[in-house]
């Protein structure tokens, strides 16, 4: 299953309510993903990103949903970048 990194920031309205509806915001971003057969794993960061978001996520069509989504969410600003696992990269370059 493809993986993706999502960079994110908290926008000024995410910042505001983050200690009154992070874990409902939490869970609604996570539901999203599930909706469309991926899963997430989220580390909390300090310095230019605000959390790491680690999806794994059927096809690249599904991430685009799921980033269209959560975006309209409007608490937060996402980069996803699409990532390959040490063992994906080797067989990658391994068969040029």
Known sequence: MPKYVVLGNWTDKGR??????????LEKS??????YNGSMSLCFTMGQYDFVG???VPDEESMAKI?????TIGKFT???????????????????
């Not at 309510?17 to 915001?25: A, F, K």
């Not at 980033?67 to 975006?71: D, F, H, P, T, Y």
């Not at 970048?81 to 080797?90: K, N, V």
């Open 16 to 25: 505001e309510s983050l200690e009154t509806d992070y874990p409902e915001r």
């Open 30 to 35: 996570r539901s999203v993903v599930e909706k």
């Open 54 to 56: 680690i999806l794994d």
């Open 67 to 71: 980033a269209i989504k959560i975006n």
């Open 78 to 96: 996402t980069t996803t970048l699409r990532a390959w696992t040490d063992e994906e990269f080797i067989k990658m370059v391994t068969s040029l």
